[in-house]
């Protein structure tokens, strides 16, 4: 059986996936949920020095992603300090405490739950290309604590710039990203925008940011020397893998869970384990980081014509449909697709379109 088990900091995590900040994080019932669920780690909802005023309604599923209009938490510090992290404690799991957000703030709140941490997450929302209030606070949670201090960034910053001076200003891990926006959606029936906030203005999450969120972890791993934490997009194991592989030391997931119900750790852990399973994989150690090893710098411009699995074929005309180059017909007498070499561009659409694997590169 492969070992996908993590070691972040001093902290062992069974399995490299945990909660990202957000509801499924909400307070102390719901990390037990989490662990219940079979998360490895805890990562709590950000807190901040005041309980966020929340607008109505925050979040609604949209075509292929989900957009909340949340802060930080809305319970305050005091009831954090009292009721919530001691109920987290009695997880038993590793906690990341999540933390927001100016360097006054931070100094404030870390000596009062430092007591209940393994490590802190400062949550970040910055989109300008000023990395000073990053930095301020690094250093100012780096100055409250011994312990591991992670930064979370949106992928709206340059991701090799604030990652580096994050490093340069002390931080131990890079969890990123963060969600995506601000983004809007519109009620059909209203004609008013889906969330309450202003404007109606909401942050993207969930599947249709995880090509975002995959760059941005691949990006931040060959800027710095310190773990990076892969979040955005991420629903199955596939996705976490693919993490891994960009050279994310573990995974947070926030959407999926929120969606799907707490179980989701676990079922991402076991399709994590199963594929290095299957793969002939012993651990994580073995995927970690091997995309950056096998991308290359240079574009490719020669055109590669996809193989064809005639065995795997269903004729179900999904590629014949979307080859924008009348390049693959189907041949009845091999119940199979085939492809005119001189038609094809290489675009390389067909081989993601197929369900069942009948094309590869
Ligand atoms: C409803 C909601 C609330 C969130 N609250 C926080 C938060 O308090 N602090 C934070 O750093 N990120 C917060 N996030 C961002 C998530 O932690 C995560 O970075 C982002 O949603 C991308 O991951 P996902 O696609 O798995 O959701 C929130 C996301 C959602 C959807």
């Known amino acids: 059986m492969a070992d996908i088990s993590v070691n972040l900091f001093s902290m062992l995590l ?27 780690a805890i990562v709590t909802k950000t807190v901040s020095v005041t309980a966020a005023k929340v607008p109505k309604p925050n979040m609604a599923q949209v075509k292929s992603g989900f957009m909340n209009a949340e802060l930080w938490s809305e319970l305050s510090l005091e009831q954090w300090i009292n ?8 997880t038993g799991l590793p906690i990341i405490i999540g933390v927001g ?30 990395p000073t209030p990053m930095i301020e606070s690094i250093k100012a949670a780096k100055g409250s604590t011994n312990l591991p201090v992670m930064v979370k960034l949106s992928p709206q910053v340059d991701i090799p710039t604030f990652s580096k001076e994050a490093e340069k200003a002390g931080v131990d891990g890079i969890v990123l990203i963060n969600s995506f926006g601000p983004t809007l959606d519109i009620n059909l029936d209203t004609g008013k925008p889906l969330l309450g906030s202003e404007n109606g203005y909401g942050w993207l999450s969930g599947q249709a940011i995880f090509p975002l969120a995959l760059r941005s972890v691949f990006e931040a791993v060959r800027s710095v020397n310190i773990p990076v934490i892969g979040v955005g997009g991420i629903t199955t194991g596939k996705e976490a893998i693919k993490m891994i ?14 969606l799907n119900g707490s179980k989701i750790y676990e079922k991402i852990a076991n399709e994590i384990e199963k594929y290095l399973n299957d793969h002939g994989y012993n651990s994580l150690n073995d995927i970690r980081g091997i995309a950056q090893k096998s991308s290359k710098k240079e574009p490719n411009f020669d055109i590669i014509i996809p193989n064809i699995k ?14 924008m180059y009348d390049a693959i017909h ?15 561009s290489g675009c390389g659409l067909c081989v993601t379109r197929c369900n069942f694997n009948a094309l590869t590169l």
């Open 245 to 258: 592989m960009a050279g994310a030391q573990a995974v947070q997931v926030c959407t999926a869970a929120i």
């Open 83 to 90: 009721q919530e992290y001691p109920k987290v404690v009695e």
């Open 101 to 130: 957000y100016t360097a006054d703030q931070i100094k404030e709140i870390i000596p009062k739950v430092e007591k209940f941490a393994n490590a802190f997450e400062l949550s970040t929302h910055y989109l300008g290309n000023d």
């Open 310 to 323: 005639d065995e795997n074929c269903t004729e179900c005309g999904l590629c014949i449909r979307s080859c």
């Open 330 to 344: 189907l041949e009845k007498n091999v119940h199979s697709v085939r492809i005119y070499d001189q038609k094809c």
């Open 14 to 40: 069974k399995n490299p996936v945990m909660p990202a900040a957000g509801p499924p994080v909400k307070d102390g019932e719901s990390a037990h949920k989490a662990k219940e669920g079979g998360a490895g």
